[in-house]
């Protein structure tokens, strides 16, 4: 199968460490079958090990840890159709392992640190995605996992937070300006205070103008939209569920955002969100409420970014079918 493909699909999936793309890529799985899909895992770039990293002085987010040219030549490789020999970066020994050989598949998806980096490397994407945490909710977030499941003391995940700002900033952040959609993640506006963040505001934020994407969007296209859905037809606990959608700019660019800020606390009234959402890209009626219904634990299955990752999902799966469809035939399912 491997050997005989018509089109490999590339997408790319970026982001910081701990910002839900394990989770996300669980999602897609559901979508395009394990199959028929193969991971890529960026980390196997690093050229420096973590002795030597440690040693220069430098972290896995600055561009010098890292072989661009061979991460460009590799996955131009696989989008061509052709085997290749790629590095294994160890995170347990933080060594770099022997190579393993990966054969191209229907969907590619290279996933980590810097998948729009590099210019080479993103203009093989077919699709693209920046999953981004606020400072607020990573730090929140990281010292809750780290002092109470690791027993690391409050001053010394602030200093880890704050070693790798600098290069998170100078390398990682400005990804987001070349990503088809970015995924936020922000303090809810709904409370004067929710210290542990357990409620979010989350942000789709859909470029316009990508060749084959349809943002999706609430009631009517074009408008600006505040809807909070609490009644009889979706249960609400305190503080609620706040929707919105309208049109923005970002990096320049003119977005369509949609927004979730608040939990929902029965998934399976999810279908009557569903309802009111268009250019979802689904199959069938209801089918993005079976896909949050189809894992309720996993994180962010109640808020809107379990929400936006199945919706992005779908516009991948979209991508791909358009991408692979015969001229004059319907894209086969995947």
């Not at 050997?3 to 996300?24: H, N």
């Not at 990966?102 to 640190?113: A, T």
């Not at 937070?161 to 809810?188: G, M």
């Not at 299955?301 to 692979?324: H, P």
Request: proline share 5%; charged share 30%; glycine share 6%.
């Amino acid at each position: 199968m491997t050997t005989q493909l018509d089109r490999v699909v590339l997408i790319g999936v970026a982001g910081d460490s701990g910002c839900g793309k394990s989770t996300f890529l669980r999602r897609l799985t559901d979508l395009f079958g394990e199959e028929f899909m193969t991971v890529i895992c960026l980390d196997d770039y690093h050229s420096l090990d973590r002795k030597q990293r440690k040693e220069q002085a430098i972290t896995a987010l600055n561009p010098k840890a890292n072989n661009f040219d061979l991460m460009y030549e590799q996955i131009k490789a696989l989008k061509e159709g052709q085997a290749i020999n790629k590095p294994i970066y160890n995170h347990e020994t933080g060594e770099i392992d022997p190579p393993e050989r990966v054969e191209p598949n229907k969907v590619i998806v290279i996933e980590g640190l810097h998948p729009l980096y590099d210019e080479r490397v993103r203009s093989l994407l077919d699709f693209s995605v920046y999953l981004d945490i606020s400072d607020e909710v990573k730090i929140n977030w990281k010292i809750q996992r780290d002092m109470a499941e690791r027993g690391h003391r409050y001053e010394d995940v602030l200093a880890a937070i704050n070693s790798r700002r600098p290069d998170f900033t100078a390398y990682i952040e400005p990804q987001k300006e070349f990503a088809d959609v970015v995924i936020q993640i922000l303090p809810t506006q709904l409370l004067k205070e929710d210290k542990e963040n357990k409620i979010l505001r989350v942000r789709l934020v859909q470029r316009d103008g990508v060749e084959g994407f349809e943002p999706v969007y609430l009631f009517d296209e074009g408008s600006t939209i505040d809807w909070r859905p609490c009644g009889r037809k979706l249960t609400c606990a305190y503080p609620g569920i706040k929707l919105f959608y309208g049109p923005d700019s970002y990096y320049g660019h003119d977005v369509s955002v949609l927004e979730v800020d608040g939990q929902f606390d029965n998934l399976e009234e999810m279908i009557y969100i569903e309802s009111h959402l268009s250019n979802t890209s689904t199959k069938f009626y209801g089918e993005m409420t079976e896909l949050m219904l189809k894992h309720p634990d996993y994180p962010g299955s109640n808020n809107g970014s379990g929400l936006f990752q199945v919706l992005v999902g779908l516009k991948m799966r979209s991508t791909y079918e358009r991408l692979t469809a015969k001229p004059g035939q319907v894209a086969a399912k995947v």
